[in-house]
């Protein structure tokens, strides 16, 4: 079916047809050096030095034209500049075209232009670029959508998040403050991985497309390899193999991985996300809180020049060190239950008699799980380390010291979620072995979150894990909180969507409901 075009598009594409035929190419691909941008134009700027001549390059997102002379605000990557643009600077010989043809009725709001020119103060005080010649670099065939401003607040606003998310492309180029969110979420990961390079850590890289899905307890996206003939899982997580680089001697690895999780979607989760893991050896889960505490602070320290964010009405204060409370302490802080010892059938009269929704597949650390979540979890905003997790719900880590129940592992809960899952990781094969046997038999119990046993990452033990702590940190959710966002698809590029509807398919489907 042929694209429908409104009137505007048309009357674009009229204007690509008579630039073409009056010899100039809408999309030139010619060399147009810049070496100014907007921002540090007006920075740099003093009304006493020297004339300073400058090649800039934009977006033009306004234009208002006054007979011989005209008005333009220029979009680049670092802000916006006010172009001045004489016809007969632009046109110093006898033909005026490229201004009273091309500048003013074949070139459009959202075209990309070069200027060369110099920088001067306007008798109203705007800093402005003097344009002495004029390139057309592209030609926009769709129309911006037009966000007007008054007295600061923005209406006619392109804010549907359909449109938004399904377009970032003109969310980046109309909105102000989103391309601001991307670049926090950049600083974010150099804070971080100076961090970690500062201390002699070696950023990796492990396999996306893995035999077995291990690392986590998550529901995988399976695909189909054909020269092997066999199933491939995306990643959930890269923690095992991360571990066999410890056991192949690195004292410390981390990763920035993308991985998929075939679950719901809502505010705060999409099926492809960003998640660091970092392992290091001879540490526990001790040092490990230290370490993280002191990373988070840099990180809001680096990107916001404050240990403080807000989000929402909330102040959230990254400043270490954090509160620390066990899981069996904070469950007995909000319900009044004190679960230690509990069995499986002990944990589902608690969940009942709480009101809690369970199923006959949940074992004991999906029972304690589901308690946490529904009554401790949105409580704490401020950073808030949850410790001493009961040894059901964490296969892959040792066992706490002082209480074979439990384990030493900590969540970090920032305003209502978690943020980082860390372990002393276990490095006794034959106890992980028996945990991935566990897994195995919740598994056939209808669980289908349960680990997959790895036999070759028990071989990797086997050959001797040093004592060593990990932490994973979900980099999305983190970026969330470092610039004030309550939804992921906010800091996402392009989040995950349902496929956009054609005009074609929509008139279908009222066919099919009209019969």
């Known amino acids: 079916m042929a694209q429908e075009l409104s009137e505007q598009e048309q009357f674009r594409r009229q204007s ?53 002379a005209s008005f333009v605000e220029l979009q680049d990557s670092k802000g916006r500049i006010q172009v ?20 003013k009725k074949l070139m459009d709001i959202g075209d990309f232009i070069g200027i060369k020119g110099y920088v001067f103060r306007t008798q109203t005080g705007e800093i402005t ?66 961090y970690f390079d500062k201390q002699g850590y070696m950023e990796v890289e492990t396999p996306i497309l893995q035999s077995i899905p291990g690392g986590a307890s998550a529901r995988p996206f399976i695909t189909h390899h054909n020269a092997l003939d066999i199933p491939l899982y995306l990643r959930i997580a890269d923690e095992l193999y991360l571990k066999r680089l ?16 075939n679950e719901g979607m809502d505010k705060t989760h999409n099926p492809e996300f960003t998640c660091m893991e970092i392992y290091v050896s001879y540490k526990d889960y001790e040092w490990m809180m230290s370490f993280t505490e002191r990373m988070l602070e840099k990180i809001c320290l680096d990107v916001n020049g404050t ?19 066990t899981m069996t302490q904070a469950i007995q802080d909000f319900t009044g239950i004190d679960i230690t010892g509990m069995d499986e059938a002990a944990l589902r009269k608690v969940c009942k008699d709480l009101n809690i929704e369970v199923d006959d597949t949940m074992g004991k650390g999906k029972l304690i799980d ?32 002082d209480n074979p129940e439990l384990t030493e592992r900590f969540e970090l809960m920032v305003n209502g979620k978690e943020l980082c ?30 680990m997959f046993i790895d036999m070759d990452f028990v ?12 932490m994973g940190i979900g980099m999305d959710r983190l970026v969330m909180l470092m610039t004030g966002q309550t939804q992921i698809q906010e800091v996402l590029f392009f989040p995950q969507m349902r496929p956009e509807k054609t005009a074609s398919k929509q008139q279908e489907e009222s066919k099919e409901e009209n019969k």
């Open 246 to 261: 410890i056991v192949g001697g690195f004292e410390g690895v981390y990763e920035f991985s993308k991985n998929f999780r």
């Open 84 to 103: 001045y643009i004489s016809r007969d600077e632009i046109c110093p010989d006898e033909n005026k075209d490229l201004y009273n043809v091309v500048f």
């Open 459 to 470: 071989r990797a033990l086997e050959y001797g894990m040093p004592p060593t702590s990990g």
């Open 129 to 194: 670029v003097h344009a002495q010649s004029l390139t057309l670099l592209s030609k926009a065939l769709r129309p911006l959508p037009i966000v007007k401003y008054k007295d600061g607040v923005a209406y006619d606003a392109f804010e549907d998040p359909e449109l938004r998310y399904r377009q970032r492309y003109v969310d980046l180029v109309v909105n102000d403050g989103v391309k601001d969110i991307f670049i926090k979420r950049n600083k974010v990961y150099t804070s971080m991985r100076e």
């Open 16 to 68: 690509l047809e008579q630039l073409r035929a009056m010899g100039i190419n809408p999309y030139p691909a010619a060399l147009f050096p810049t070496d100014a941008w907007s921002a540090d134009i007006k920075r740099d700027f003093t009304d006493d030095a020297p004339r300073r001549q400058v090649v800039v390059a934009g977006r033009m997102m306004t234009r208002r034209i006054m007979g011989k």
């Open 307 to 325: 240990d403080e964010v807000k989000v929402g009405d909330k102040t959230i204060s990254f400043k270490a060190p954090f509160a620390r409370r």
């Open 370 to 401: 589901e308690i946490f979540g529904a009554k401790c979890e949105g409580n704490y905003i401020q950073p808030t380390f949850i410790t001493d997790y009961p040894i059901e719900m964490s296969p892959l880590c040792k066992r706490h010291r």
């Open 421 to 450: 899952n860390a372990y002393s990781e276990l490095n006794d094969p034959i106890d992980q072995l028996e945990r991935f046997q566990e897994q195995l038999r919740l598994s056939e119990k209808g669980d289908d979150e349960a």
